[in-house]
């Protein structure tokens, strides 16, 4: 499904049914380096059980036009305006790492358009190291081969994943080359990356989040550690609306590595009011 938002062609995969605005929503927005794909399972599920998907390539990825945003209140902007566009006056939001910066700060803008956060992979501050800063910066291909080392706890991913003989890591690669690739102009690598080591509102944004929250992290995760969420976790408990947690026993992509047991948390969470 393309909309268009600001301007610009926005892609939006919707489960393999049509948009229909009328049924209970779900956003999904995706990390670095990453486009609407790496949700297929659980989006996909999820359009065949009673919900509107739209799992969205962010401006400048993939099949998405426009700028890449360079900071993640940017982005949050970008979605307020893809749930305008498409005609949306409630929805849940769901993000994997850099999105789940993106659905907080959406979240809280929201207000009680926000039916349920989703926090995938999450971490406040997202710091960036250095080296890795530079790296993707000056060498993506080689910045693209550490991350995807570090953020899992296995490289051999269950066949469920994607369907079996699927080579997860492999395909994770490869996802990350096209990414890069779709956009000529800009290092949307090193732009994410930066987006998420600058970001400074997370707690007060949760402070303006309104909706029950569900935190997804995973135990063995060394890019966004279960300590690294911590103060967020803290922030959200704080508030009068409910906050959950789930701890996998898996790295940085729940969504691949551990696919039934996020999709599981995830659908209980949003069954809930």
Known sequence: MELLVNGATTYCYTGGKPFDATKPTVVFIHGVLNDHSVWILQSRYLAHHGYNVLAVDLPGHCRSGGEAPSSVEEAADFIVALLDAAGIEKTALVGHSWGSLIALEAASRLGTRATHLVLVGTAYPMKVSPALLETSLNEP????????????????????????????????????????????????????????????HGEEAMAQVQCPVLFVLGAQDQMTTPKAAQPLLAAARQRAARTELATLPVGHHQMTEAPEQTLSAMRQFLAST
């Open 141 to 200: 291909d080689k910045a693209l081969t550490m991350i995807n080392v570090f953020s899992r706890s296995t490289l051999a991913a269950p066949p469920s994943a994607l369907g079996p003989g699927t080579w997860v890591y492999g395909s994770s690669m490869a996802l990350g080359r096209r990414v890069l690739a779709s956009n000529a102009a800009v290092n949307v690598f090193h732009r994410g990356f930066s987006a998420c080591n600058n970001y400074a």
